[in-house]
């Protein structure tokens, strides 16, 4: 069973479109974080999100934790070819500081 | 910038061998976490450290895995007798308020 699901697992599009990415459990998290993974590197942390309704810009990407701090989504606007990678979502469920679990990922490759 | 650093980046194997990966986490950092990564496949969860002592591991993290923080500043993973299915990226990562910071992983490959 999958704890955090991410959707879509793969999305390829043009440059210029703008993409929503979503994570989404039936868990609490007490705060979820974005990574973005290049191949043979580690995730590198992108923004956390710790309130209910939270949302974030980084440039043109938007993240947003839900109300119910169940799901995330990360919006990308314009997206450009440096775009491309892999996107994880991560999770601290409420009361389990310590493990922090990992959904699949979105695999995006944006189209020059 | 404070990093959390891997060493070796990657490290080959005969089946049966014992391996260990080391990291040196955030300086000022309290949790320690060990992951892996096959390839294509996502980021598993193997066992967390505090306070000098496991608070958490996986199904994963059976009796052929151990951790140690030996010296208050390395933090090590050790794989007693790797099997074929270890093979992999191993990420470490250290915690101090939040967020999670990740080293660039040591890939295993076992022959």
């Known amino acids: 069973t999958q704890l955090l699901e991410q959707s879509p697992q793969f999305l390829s599009i043009q440059e210029g479109e703008n993409l929503t990415v979503y994570c989404n459990s039936s868990s609490v998290f007490s705060s979820l974080q974005w990574y973005r993974q290049e191949p043979g590197e580690g995730p590198v942390l992108l923004v956390t999100v710790v309130t209910g309704g939270e949302v974030k810009k980084l440039k043109r990407l938007t993240f947003q934790f839900g109300d119910a701090r169940k799901d995330s989504s990360l919006h990308i606007t314009a997206a450009q070819p440096g775009d491309t990678g892999l996107y994880l979502c991560?999770?601290?469920?409420?009361?389990?500081?310590?493990?922090?679990?990992f959904g699949k990922g979105t695999r995006l490759h944006i189209l020059p | 910038e404070p990093e959390v650093t891997q060493t070796p980046s990657h490290q080959v194997t005969q089946m049966g061998q014992e391996v260990i990966l080391r990291c040196v986490p955030i300086s000022n950092h309290l949790y320690f976490y060990w992951y892996r990564q096959i390839l294509g496949q996502k980021v598993e969860f193997l066992v967390s450290?505090?306070?000098?002592?496991?608070?958490?591991k996986s199904e994963i993290f059976d009796d052929q895995f151990s951790v140690e923080r030996p010296d208050g500043s390395n933090f090590t993973l050790k794989i007693r007798s790797t099997k074929l299915e270890d093979s992999a990226m191993y990420f470490c990562a250290s915690k101090g308020f939040g967020e999670l910071f990740f080293g660039e992983g040591s890939r295993l490959t076992v022959l």
């Open positions: 991560a999770g601290v469920r409420m009361n389990r500081d310590d493990k922090i679990i």
């Open positions: 450290f505090y306070n000098n002592e496991i608070s958490e």
